[in-house]
């Protein structure tokens, strides 16, 4: 549990149980145990809970800036990197006011018209974007 709370990791045990005191401090510190006698309840809850931790992640956030135009699905715009980074190739959710609408995929990644593999937070770029959605000034794009 000492380890645990350093780390803010997770607990799991297969055919054990937590004591009354390590049931406590993980209550308080916000620390999940998870136990299970079946190993394959065990694996079931422990994918559950990484899929829930991966959806709350963001590898990056893009808000978008300008559209430039669009053609067969494809669509050129320009964004800032809001935090993490945007990588090329990635697909990306696209959020409008809050709320995610669809998803698409980078075709295409500038930055000073030069095609790169990543842009780190706080700059700009330009990308060839593919999705079914029109993309809006003002959109978000998320990478999962």
Do not use: W
């Not at 065990?42 to 300008?66: C, D, F, N, V, Y």
Request: aromatic share 2%.
């Amino acid at each position: 549990m000492k380890h645990a709370l350093s780390t803010g990791a997770d607990v799991i045990g297969f055919r054990v149980g937590a004591s009354k005191a390590a049931e406590g401090l993980a209550k308080t510190h916000n620390i999940k145990i998870v136990t299970s006698e079946i190993v394959y309840d065990l694996l079931k809850m422990i994918e559950e809970s990484l899929k829930s931790t991966r959806e709350k992640m963001a590898i990056g956030k893009l808000e978008i800036l300008a559209t430039f135009g669009k053609k067969d699905g494809r669509q050129i715009i320009g964004g800032r990197v809001q935090e993490g980074k945007i990588v090329n190739n990635a697909t990306l959710q696209i959020e409008r006011k809050g709320e995610v609408m669809d998803s698409g995929r980078i075709i295409n990644l500038q930055q000073a018209k030069k095609d790169v593999p990543e842009v780190p937070s706080g700059n700009e770029c330009g990308l060839l974007f593919d999705s079914k959605s029109e993309i809006r000034v003002g959109d978000i794009l998320i990478a999962r």
